[in-house]
């Protein structure tokens, strides 16, 4: 059975950028500055304690799905997943990964005291599933800003009080 398994260690954060910037995890175009980004937030994680977390699944030594999360900016109790990423190797999705990363992640939250998760996620067909899936597990719809991104490429917000 395939364990989820905290970042802790900056070997471990690295795999997880390696494979959150990688064809297996995503096979959209890339923004400019996005994996800096996401090299930057994964890294930060391990010095932010309860406030940022990443967890990862592994299987023979290959990360095969991530997700982080991170306390908002006004401490008031809002979780979020804007500059975070969850992401199930494609050879490994509709397996149940995302959806166990997730439930981690929102019991984390609830451990935390948090009131909700926002999810950030974009407007284009290549994250149709990724909308679906959050609709699956209860999160709502509560914004959308056209050409966020790119032009012809909006960002969509959706949010699950806890």
């Known amino acids: ?3 989820i398994q905290k970042l802790k260690a900056k070997k471990d954060a690295m795999r997880v950028i ?4 990688s064809d297996e995890a995503f096979q959209d175009t890339w923004v400019p500055g996005e994996k800096e980004m996401i090299r930057n937030t994964v890294l930060e994680s391990l010095n932010k304690g309860k406030h ?22 006004y401490k008031s109790g809002g979780y979020e997943m804007m500059k975070d990423y969850v992401a199930v190797h494609k050879d490994y999705k509709r397996h149940g990964l995302g ?3 997730l439930k981690t992640m929102e019991d984390y939250v609830r451990l935390q005291k948090g009131r909700y998760i926002l999810i950030t996620t974009c ?8 909308r679906l899936f959050y609709e699956k597990h209860g999160y709502v719809k509560v914004g959308e800003i056209p050409d ?14 806890m």
């Open 1 to 3: 059975m395939l364990q």
């Open 18 to 21: 390696d494979f959150l910037q």
């Open 52 to 73: 940022h977390q990443y967890w990862y699944i592994e299987k023979k030594g290959k990360i095969i799905g991530a997700l982080g999360v991170n306390k908002n900016i």
């Open 99 to 101: 959806s166990k990363l």
């Open 123 to 130: 407007d284009t067909d290549y994250y149709k599933p990724a």
């Open 148 to 161: 966020y991104y790119l032009v012809g490429e909006g960002k969509i917000d959706y949010v699950k009080k």
